[in-house]
């Protein structure tokens, strides 16, 4: 039985995914670095703001923050409640997660990486994706928690497997945003009307999701809304090219990828949504993708 649920870091997404745990479970402990958010969301969602000392002996921590560091960094020192489970929903890296996973089975504590997609409209609606990796039988024991927020939750294998999955997951959100740039500047250039286009491609072979959503929500109407930040999505290539280093593997298209993504990022500010990558590209070719 999960008598008590912590969330850790409510940035855009946390914040989000933190408010449907009241609506499951009584205690519901909340902590950010900058403590005062913790307090602004105990107040909005009736959690309960408190030291991070407090808040890890909840029966499932969830933690939500920018990089693998910034986790490894905050449970230095901590110590945990045995029987427990660390469910880090941060797009991190993998050896992180197996340190982390070693580092927690000295104290009895289950560490799981579950890094989440959906973005933040589906941390409010409570449907997001959440890729798991790490023991079994605490994933069936954290499974409920998990419930609060996400719609398809999968177990993907062992400690770093989840963490895997989200790497290479925005790696080919990347691709397709790069191609979906060149092909509709090319088609810009030619004097094609880009929504006409956009009907066409995606009753097509060509479609995906940068196509079926990101164009037109985010990139023909000039709105870039920032949900996830473009340094978060450089990063994340950035894990998914290592992988495949570190498999030897030949994957010229994923370190082109990446580097477009790292370039992009260095190009823009740090707060520019993902899709903002396409202004690199129109910065080239002085065509806009409107």
């Known amino acids: 039985m999960i008598q008590s649920v912590a969330f850790i870091g409510l940035g855009a997404m946390g914040y989000r995914m933190a408010a449907h745990l009241p609506k499951h479970f009584e205690t519901v402990y909340v902590w950010n670095r900058t403590f005062a958010k913790a307090e602004e969301h105990a107040v909005e969602y009736g959690t309960q703001a408190v030291a991070l000392e407090q808040a890890v002996q909840a029966d ?14 905050l449970v230095q020192g901590l110590s ?17 997660a197996r340190h982390l996973e070693e580092a927690l089975t000295e104290q009895g504590v ?22 798991v990796g790490g023991n079994a039988e605490g994933f069936e024991k954290a499974l409920p928690a998990m419930q609060a927020f996400g719609k398809l939750i999968k177990h993907v294998g062992t400690s770093g497997a989840g963490f895997a999955v989200k790497a290479v997951n925005n ?24 929504n006409e286009a956009l009907d ?14 990101v164009l037109r929500q985010r990139i023909l109407n000039r709105s870039f809304p920032v949900t996830f930040a473009l340094p978060l999505l450089a990063k994340d290539t950035g894990i998914a090219l290592d992988l495949a280093r570190d498999a030897k593997l030949a994957v010229p298209l994923l370190a082109l990828g990446q580097s477009l993504m790292q370039a992009a990022s260095n190009l823009s500010d740090k707060n520019s949504d993902f899709s903002s990558a396409v202004k690199m590209y129109e910065s080239w070719s002085n065509i806009t993708i409107e």
């Open 171 to 194: 790696m080919l959100l990347a691709v397709n945003l790069c191609a979906a740039a060149e092909g509709f500047t090319t088609l810009k250039a030619h004097g094609v009307d880009l």
């Open 60 to 73: 499932i921590i969830f933690s939500c923050l920018p990089t693998s560091a910034d986790v490894e960094a």
């Open 110 to 131: 289950i560490f799981l990486d579950a890094p989440v997609s959906g973005q933040t409209i589906g941390a409010e609606n409570g449907t997001l994706t959440v890729m």
């Open 80 to 96: 945990l409640k045995a029987g427990s489970i660390w469910v880090d929903c941060t797009s991190g890296v993998p050896d992180a």
């Open 200 to 213: 066409c491609i995606n009753a097509s072979s060509g479609k995906s999701n940068v196509t079926e959503t």
